[in-house]
């Protein structure tokens, strides 16, 4: 079945780095999507990708739909405390089901 | 603006006891509705989704039901729990669109504990 490849699993960075995370599919999707979770909360969708090599940015997240249409990558600039949760990716191919990576936790040190 | 409710936010249950989780969603209609556990604050795996009043696709056997009996409420139900029913559930909900790939928006989810 179609798997989904989240990495890293875990950072732990300082305040005001940037972060990259990726997943990559083991096929061809049509949506890729990115959704950060906080503690005790359900996931909140961060950015939407729905064309091969499109690149969306939303304040200070900027993610892209890989070219190949098997990857995307979530990048965050210049990170602050309240970036703290799980970020995940998600995406869906011609069975129309979205399938959700394993999630990357990001921790930031002030 | 659509909103989701979930409820309860947590429940503890003994083994064997009954389980009901209700999900609802406000501000649109004919939504797909789904049902996901996650375990230990991890991955999302899907349980059911639906298409529509009384269409349920159950993804995965387990101990778990789901029911649709209204366009905009989806009930997690379970006649005798399990202790590997623990877990963390989230209702979620998209745009009807043909397939359901659409964004999902998710509830705040609720933490069940089984003893």
């Known amino acids: 079945g179609q798997q989904l490849n989240q990495s890293p699993q875990s950072m732990f960075i300082q305040e005001g780095e940037d972060v990259s995370m990726n997943c990559t599919s083991s096929s061809i999707f049509n949506t890729w999507l990115w959704y950060k979770q906080e503690p005790g909360e359900g996931p909140v969708l961060l950015i939407a990708l729905y064309k091969a090599g499109e690149l969306t940015s939303n304040g200070r997240l900027t993610a892209q739909f890989g070219i190949t249409r098997k990857d995307s990558f979530l990048n965050i600039s210049a990170s602050i405390p309240s970036d703290v949760g799980i970020y995940f990716c998600?995406?869906?191919?011609?069975?129309?089901?979205?399938?959700f990576g394993q999630g990357t936790t990001l921790q930031v040190k002030p | 603006s659509q909103t989701i409710h979930q409820w309860p936010a947590t429940l503890v249950q003994p083994v064997g006891s009954p389980l009901s989780l209700e999900c609802t969603v406000e501000?649109?209609?004919?939504?797909?509705l789904y049902w996901y556990r996650q375990a230990a604050g991890r991955g999302l795996q899907l349980l059911f989704y639906?298409?529509?009043?009384?269409?349920i696709s159950s993804e995965v056997p387990q101990n778990l039901s789901a029911s649709r009996p209204q366009d905009r409420q989806f009930i997690l139900s379970s006649k005798k729990l399990l202790l590997s029913d623990s877990g963390f559930y989230l209702c979620?909900?998209?745009?009807?669109?043909?397939?359901?790939?659409?964004?999902?928006?998710f509830g705040d989810g609720t933490r069940l504990s089984i003893l």
């Open positions: 639906s298409i529509g009043i009384d269409q």
């Open positions: 979620a909900w998209s745009v009807l669109g043909g397939t359901i790939n659409q964004p999902q928006h």
């Open positions: 998600a995406g869906s191919s011609n069975t129309g089901k979205l399938i």
């Open positions: 501000g649109t209609s004919n939504p797909n």
